[in-house]
Nanobody
């Protein structure tokens, strides 16, 4: 079973940048969807960005133009570049892979944006 581990979270001031990484313990080459979600305190988990076959990307309206999702050249890592961060971007960020119809989640990494 492939495991996902997020890293790169932390505390940053509004307007700053962070780069999150999602490392897989095995190959995720066959993943049909790779995505980043976030969950703010007291809120439901929401989709932030996703990658689909054919290099298609989807972003939440709230992060469009500020966040960029990508995969590493080794194909077992996914990144989320977050620029122009806002306090409302605060939350726990999770990565997810969909493989053979199953959702695989990481444990999450905390991002806190101070005003």
């Amino acid at each position: 079973q492939v495991q996902l581990v997020e890293s790169g979270g932390g505390l940053v001031q509004a307007g700053g940048s962070l780069r999150l990484s999602c490392a897989a313990s095995g190959s995720i080459y066959s993943a049909t969807v790779m995505a980043w979600y976030r969950q703010a305190p007291g809120a439901e988990r929401e989709l932030v960005a996703a990658m689909y076959p054919g290099a298609n990307r989807k972003y939440a309206d709230s992060v469009q133009g500020r966040f960029t999702v990508s995969r590493g050249t080794a194909m077992n890592t996914m990144y989320l570049q977050m620029n122009s961060l806002k306090p409302e971007d605060t939350g726990v960020y999770f990565c997810k892979a969909v493989m053979r119809g199953h959702d695989i989640w990481g444990q999450g990494t905390q991002v806190t944006v101070s005003s």
